[in-house]
């Protein structure tokens, strides 16, 4: 019963913010809100009992990619003109819905086939067996490390001032 | 009704499809940005929601989550730099006037 409530007012909130995120004439408003639909996501995510996935959600989104957009939104302040829409907006709402129809029909009618046991908790241990056990992810795990040391440089290299 | 699988589904999909009008039909960059942003998290909870439903005891879906969650961090940072090298060369962070490869 407890579960059933919080997802409604997580999936409620969260599509809310969802909508204010697009429609905010305001860009930093706009932002706040997707910071609010992170959390929320972060408690969708604990719903479905994956506690280690909240955290790393909270710290990552919440902590890092929200300071970082708000970041870029300061930066170009001087040419920020609200959120303005382009010549494809029907196109778009048509494509979305269309996307939308079709994907509510397979995921409804799609027979899954759900395990009647209990998810794992808490998952930081197992996690952690999955990810650096020799015969699970360790591979893809460094193939990680040096694709975030690529986007550092790739960074720091894009946004240097070209003295010349 | 108790909640299922085709719940977290369904709102999965509503939020990436929230997500992909606001990255088709918006002019700010940074707005792009978020709502790509919103795309991947509503990726995310399918996957967990697989993850927690389907092989309740393989985590492998949560493996997948964590490893597009770094993929997201790298594009956010890339795509931020590319945001303020396009700001600072043409003054501007409008889509629609960043037409130069445009035929």
Redesign the interface.
């Known amino acids: 019963m407890g579960l059933e409530i919080s997802f409604w007012i997580m999936a409620v909130v969260m599509i809310t913010a969802a909508f204010a995120v697009i429609f905010l004439r305001n860009v930093f408003h706009a932002a706040l809100a997707l910071i609010l639909c992170f959390i929320t996501v972060a408690g969708i995510y604990i719903t479905l009992s994956a506690d280690f996935l909240a955290a790393v959600q909270i710290l990552i989104y919440v902590g890092a990619i929200s300071v970082l957009i708000i970041l870029g939104i300061m930066m170009t302040r001087e040419v920020q003109k609200g959120n303005p829409v382009n010549k494809l907006r029907l196109p778009a709402a048509i494509i979305a819905a269309v996307l939308l129809g079709i994907l509510v029909y397979v995921v409804t009618a799609a027979p899954w086939n759900v395990s009647p046991r209990l998810p794992l908790t808490p998952t930081t241990m197992p996690l952690a067996t999955k990810l650096f056990s020799e015969n699970g992810f360790i591979l893809p795990v460094e193939i990680g490390a040096v694709l975030l040391l690529a986007a550092i440089l790739g960074a720091i290299v894009v946004t240097r001032e070209n003295k010349k | 009704m108790?909640?299922?699988?085709?719940?977290?589904?369904?709102?999965s999909?509503?939020?990436?499809?929230?997500?992909?009008?606001?990255a088709?039909?918006?002019?700010?960059a940074?707005?792009i940005?978020?709502?790509i942003?919103?795309m991947l998290?509503a990726v995310?909870?399918s996957l967990?929601?697989f993850?927690?439903?389907?092989?309740?005891?393989l985590?492998?879906g949560?493996?997948f989550?964590?490893?597009v969650?770094?993929?997201?961090?790298?594009?956010?940072?890339?795509g931020?730099?590319?945001?303020?090298?396009i700001?600072?060369h043409f003054?501007?962070?409008?889509?629609?006037n960043i037409n130069l490869l445009k035929w």
Not at chain 2, 13 to 22: H, Q, S
């Open positions: 108790s909640i299922g699988l085709t719940h977290y589904l369904v709102l999909a509503v939020l990436f499809c929230i997500g992909l009008y606001g088709l039909t918006r002019r700010n940074v707005i940005l978020m709502c942003e919103l998290n995310n909870i967990i929601a993850s927690s439903y389907i092989v309740p005891l985590l492998t949560q493996v989550a964590i490893f969650m770094v993929v997201a961090a790298a594009e956010i940072a890339v931020l730099a590319i945001v303020l090298a700001y600072r003054k501007d962070i409008d889509t629609d």
